[in-house]
C-alpha cells in the first residue's frame, strides 16, 4: 500500500507502464541472447546444441534475476538520492552474483565442462555490466514517463489559463495562478527530458570502455556518473540555480567525458565573478558542451578545445561556448539547425526569460563553432527562483 502512495506514475497508468516494462524486459534479453550467440556462441562454439542452449537459458534466468529490480527501485524512488544510489547499487551487485552463479551452474551442467575458479570475476564483471545497463535504462524510461506526466499536466494547465482568460475581472487571480502552473510545470518537462537523454549517452560511453577492454576506464566513469547524477537529480524540484552551481555540475560532466576522451578534450573557464550568482535554468550549459564534444571532439583525432565565457556586457549576461573543431560547412548562420539538445536549451531560455534574450549558434573563425546566449538583464532581475 505504501509503496503504490508513493509511486510517482498514476495509479491508473499502472497497466500500461506494466505491458511497457514487460516488453521491455524480453526485448531486451531476447537482445542479449542473440548478441550472446553472434559475439560468443557462434565463433567458439558452433554448431554445438549445448552453448546455444545455455545462451538462450541464461536470458531467461536474467528475465526472472532482474524482476525483483524493478519493486527495489520503485520502493526506494522517494529516498534521498545518496540512499536511492545505494540500495540499487547493492541490488545490481547481489544480482550480478547470483545471475553469474546461475549461469556457471548452467553451462558446467549443459557442456560438463567445469570453469575454473580464476575465470569467475571475469563472469562476474560482465554480469555486474549488464545489470547496470539493465538499471540505467530502467531509469531512463521511468524519468521519460515522468517527462510524459509532465505534459500532460502542462497541457492542463495551459487549458486551465486559456479559460481563465474569458473570465470576468474577478478570476483574474486564478489565471494568474494557472499561467503559473504551466510554466512551472513546462520547465520540470524539459528538465525531465534531458534525464534520458544523458543515461542513454553515458551508457554507450561505458559500453565503448567496455568493449576496447578498459575495466578500469569503464568503473572510474561510473563512478563519476554517478557523482553527476546526484548533482542533477538530488534535487528535482529545483527549477534554476546559479552559474556557479551551473559551472560546478558541468565540471563533474566534463570530468565523466574526458575518462572517455583523454587528453583529445581541453577545456577552459573565462568566467566573470559578476556574472557567478545570476540565476539559470538547471543544466543549461551541459546539452551546448555535449553538442561541441560530438561534432568537434568526435570528429578530430588531434586535441580540441571548447572555451566557455560568461560576461556582463552593458546590463547583459553574455554566455559562449566556443569550440575549434571542424565546424558545421559553409552555412553562416545556422541558428535553426539545432537538435534535441540545444532545442531544449532554446524553448527553457523561452519559458524562463520570456523575450528578453537571444540564441545563436554560428561557425566559429577560423574553424569551429560558436553558440553565444544573450539575456537581458530586465530578465535576470530581480533574481528570483521558481519554486
Keep these: 500500500m505504501d509503496g503504490q502512495a508513493k509511486n510517482p506514475i498514476a495509479p491508473a497508468r499502472n497497466m500500461p507502464e506494466d505491458r511497457q516494462y514487460w516488453t521491455c524486459q524480453f526485448a531486451g534479453w531476447g537482445a542479449m541472447a542473440l548478441l550472446s550467440y553472434l559475439s560468443l556462441t557462434v565463433w567458439y562454439n558452433p554448431g554445438q546444441l549445448a552453448p546455444i542452449l545455455h545462451t538462450i537459458l541464461q536470458s531467461l534466468l536474467g528475465v526472472a534475476v532482474s524482476h525483483p529490480l524493478r519493486w527495489i527501485a520503485t520502493r526506494s524512488w522517494q529516498a534521498p538520492f545518496e540512499r536511492r544510489a545505494l540500495i540499487n547499487g547493492a541490488a545490481v551487485i ?11 551452474t548452467t553451462f558446467t551442467w549443459l557442456t560438463g565442462e567445469v570453469i575454473p575458479f580464476q575465470d569467475w570475476g571475469g563472469w562476474a564483471f560482465a554480469s555486474v555490466i549488464v545489470f547496470g545497463a539493465w538499471s540505467f535504462c530502467y531509469h531512463a524510461i521511468k524519468y521519460y514517463r515522468l517527462s510524459s506526466e509532465q505534459r500532460r499536466l502542462a497541457a492542463e494547465a495551459q487549458t486551465a489559463a486559456l479559460r481563465a ?16 502552473l504551466f510554466k512551472e510545470t513546462q520547465l520540470r518537462m524539459l ?15 561505458v559500453s565503448a570502455l567496455v568493449m576496447r577492454g578498459d575495466k578500469q576506464g569503464a568503473m572510474e566513469m561510473l563512478a563519476r556518473i554517478g557523482d553527476f547524477l546526484r548533482v542533477s537529480l538530488d534535487d528535482p524540484e529545483e527549477i534554476q540555480h546559479t552559474l556557479d552551481e551551473e559551472l560546478d555540475a558541468l565540471s563533474l560532466y566534463l570530468s565523466i567525458e574526458k575518462v572517455r576522451f583523454g587528453e583529445r578534450l581541453r577545456t577552459q573557464f573565462d568566467i566573470d565573478d559578476a556574472a557567478r550568482s545570476i540565476l539559470l535554468p538547471n543544466l543549461l550549459l551541459q546539452p551546448i558542451v555535449e553538442n561541441a564534444i560530438k561534432f568537434a571532439v568526435s570528429e578530430k583525432r588531434e586535441p580540441t578545445n571548447i572555451v566557455l565565457s560568461a560576461v556582463i556586457d552593458q546590463g547583459e549576461l553574455v554566455l559562449r561556448v566556443t569550440d575549434d573543431g571542424p565546424g558545421l560547412g559553409a552555412v553562416e548562420d545556422v541558428t535553426d539547425a539545432v537538435g534535441i539538445g540545444l532545442a ?12 528578453g534574450f537571444q540564441f545563436r549558434l554560428t561557425n566559429a573563425v577560423p574553424t569551429g563553432v560558436e553558440v553565444e546566449i544573450r539575456i537581458a538583464e530586465a530578465a535576470f532581475k530581480p533574481k528570483v527562483s521558481i519554486v
Design 165 to 180: 482568460q474569458t473570465q470576468a475581472q474577478h478570476e483574474s487571480f486564478k489565471r494568474l495562478e494557472a499561467e503559473k
Design 94 to 104: 547481489a544480482a550480478s552474483l547470483v545471475w553469474t552463479g546461475l549461469r556457471i
Design 344 to 355: 531544449n536549451v532554446r524553448q527553457r531560455l523561452e519559458s524562463t526569460f520570456g523575450n
Design 191 to 205: 528538465k525531465y527530458q534531458l534525464n534520458p537523454h544523458f543515461f542513454l549517452n553515458a551508457l554507450n560511453s
